[in-house]
């Protein structure tokens, strides 16, 4: 079977690994099995991608990121350098617990700064923004700009990567990317006017 991805010969990845065309794995990174990783990803350097980790397509891991199994990405997720997620939320190395990883959900299009931290069991939402250096400890609304340890809400982000401000009717304009967006019950949807 023909490879349709770049693979540095530092790189090691194990059996049992579906990965899309055109996805990148650089310099002594790890990809161990049963991982499933989309088309047009980049896997920077030092990163590990745990067994049965999934990414969707066009996922951007930047260097030394922990990938640990239970994490599911959707598509367009960006990891940053160094931001770590977790599986086991009372961990102990003399005890094995495997069978109780928990499932943590990053939505499309979320970002995740430098150095943060994902306490597992959480979702994500759908193009939200953590901060770098934030823990996060609970679910994140879409579009939520998240900071701080633990992590709290202080904003709204555009799908563009804009901090969103609201007029006295709920309405919000990105500037590069021109959708809006409504503020409605403490939740942001993308709108057409």
């Known amino acids: 079977m023909e490879k349709n991805f770049f693979a540095h010969e530092t790189s090691v990845i194990d059996e049992g690994c579906q990965i899309g065309d055109g996805t990148k794995i650089w310099h002594f990174s790890h990809i161990m099995t049963n991982c499933r990783i989309g088309k047009n990803c980049n896997i920077g350097q030092n990163v590990v991608v745990s067994p049965e980790v999934i990414l969707g397509d066009k996922v951007k891991v930047q260097n030394n990121v922990s990938i640990y199994t239970g994490v599911i990405c959707e598509d367009d997720v960006f990891l940053g350098p160094s931001m770590v997620f977790t599986n086991i939320t009372n961990p102990r190395s003399a005890i094995i617990?495997?069978?109780?990883?928990?499932?943590?959900?990053v939505k499309k299009g979320a970002s995740i700064g430098a150095n943060a931290t994902i306490v597992c069991g959480n979702t994500i939402?759908?193009?939200?923004?953590?901060?770098a250096g934030t823990?996060?400890?609970?679910?994140?609304?879409?579009?939520?700009?998240?900071?701080g340890n633990p992590g709290r809400q202080i904003g709204w982000m555009s799908e563009y990567g804009h901090k969103l401000e609201f007029n006295k009717d709920g309405i919000a304009e990105c500037p590069e990317g021109k959708e809006k967006y409504l503020l409605k019950n403490?939740?942001?949807e993308k709108i057409n006017i």
């Open 186 to 188: 403490n939740t942001v």
């Open 135 to 147: 823990v996060v400890t609970k679910d994140v609304k879409p579009y939520a700009l998240v900071v």
């Open 125 to 131: 939402g759908e193009y939200s923004f953590i901060g």
């Open 97 to 105: 617990r495997k069978d109780k990883y928990e499932t943590t959900l």
